[in-house]
C-alpha cells in the first residue's frame, strides 16, 4: 500500500475495530512490534526523554528525528509509519512542508504535529502537496515548560471547546487521525463520538477513544525511572536485563 492508501485506510477505522499504536525509536523494536501486528509505529519526539535522556521533547532536533525516522523505515513495517515534527520545526507553512517532506525522505509516511487551529494552516500546507498529517490535542509535551507541567485537558466548557475547535480545523486541513492526550475520560469520549476522523487517545482512560497509542518503553518495562499513572505495562524489560546482567557478571568474575 502507498502512505495515502495506508493513511486512508486508518481513517477508514472510525467507529470500528479499535486501532492499536505504539511509539518505536530504533530497527529492532520496530521489527518486533510489527511483526506482533500493531496497526501504527510513531516515531514519537517521547524518543528525547526515553531515547536520548532528555527532561522534555523540548530539546529533540529535526535531525534525532530523521536518524531514528531512518532507522525505524529500515524495518519496512506494514505498520503506518509517522514521524513527529519537532518542536519549531513547523514554526510556519513553508518550514512545516519542507520539514514534513525531510521526514518523507527518511521513510516515514506521515507525520504528526501538536496544536490546533494555530497549525490548521501549516497541516493545510502539507496535506496539499499528498503527505498524511495527523494531528495531536490535549496535552502538548512540546509546550510543557509554558504550561508549567503535564495537565490534563478538557475538564471545563471552555477547554472541551477549545479541543473541538481545534480539532474541527485540523480535520478541515486534511489530518486523517488525531492524537489525544491526557484529555479526560468523559470528554475524549464524547469528542470521539462528535469528530469524523479517528481519535487515538492516550491517557485519556482505555476504551474512550477509537484506539490507543503508547509509548513502547511503558508497555515494555524498559524504562522503569519514570512510568506515567496511565501507562500498564505487560512486560518487564528492565528486571530482565538486571538479571541478565547479574548472570553475566556471575559467569565472567564467577561470584
Ligand atoms: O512523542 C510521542 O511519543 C507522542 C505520543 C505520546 C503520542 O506524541
Known amino acids: 500500500m502507498t502512505p495515502l492508501q ?25 521489527r518486533l512490534l510489527d511483526e ?15 531515547v536520548l535522556g532528555f527532561e522534555d521533547t523540548t530539546h529533540v532536533t529535526l535531525d534525532h528525528m530523521l ?21 519549531h520545526s513547523y514554526d510556519d507553512p513553508e518550514m512545516a512542508l519542507a520539514n514534513a517532506r525531510k521526514l518523507v525522505a527518511a521513510g516515514a509516511e506521515a507525520v ?12 493545510r500546507a502539507i496535506t496539499s502537496a499528498g ?15 509554558e504550561e508549567g507541567g503535564y495537565k490534563k485537558k478538557g475538564k471545563t466548557p471552555e477547554q472541551i471547546e477549545f479541543i473541538r475547535e481545534g480539532a474541527q480545523a485540523l480535520i478541515d486541513a486534511g489530518v486523517c487521525a488525531i492524537v489525544f492526550e491526557s484529555v479526560i475520560g468523559p470528554t475524549s469520549k464524547q469528542l470521539t463520538r462528535e469528530l469524523s476522523v479517528p481519535i ?56
Open 200 to 255: 487515538i487517545g492516550i491517557g485519556c482512560g482505555e476504551g474512550n477513544c477509537d484506539g490507543e497509542i503508547a509509548v513502547c518503553t511503558d508497555l515494555l518495562g524498559s524504562y522503569p525511572w519514570f512510568v506515567p499513572p496511565f501507562a500498564k505495562p505487560e512486560a518487564d524489560l528492565a528486571g530482565a536485563t538486571h538479571t541478565a546482567v547479574e548472570r553475566y557478571l556471575a559467569r565472567v568474575q564467577g561470584n
Open 6 to 30: 495506508k493513511a486512508d485506510a486508518l481513517r477508514a477505522r472510525k467507529g470500528g475495530q479499535p486501532i492499536a499504536a505504539l511509539t518505536a525509536y530504533d530497527y529492532p523494536t520496530a
Open 112 to 123: 504528526k504535529l501538536e496544536g490546533g487551529v494555530r497549525q490548521a494552516e501549516k497541516v
Open 67 to 87: 536518524h531514528h525516522v531512518a532507522a525505524v523505515a529500515r524495518a519496512k513495517p506494514r505498520a503506518l509509519l509517522i514521524g513527529d515534527l519537532p518542536i
Open 131 to 145: 503527505i498524511p498529517v495527523v494531528g495531536h490535542l490535549g496535552m502538548l509535551p512540546q509546550r510543557v515548560l
Open 36 to 50: 506482533g501486528g500493531i496497526d501504527v509505529l510513531l516515531v514519537g519526539d517521547s524518543l528525547g526523554m526515553v
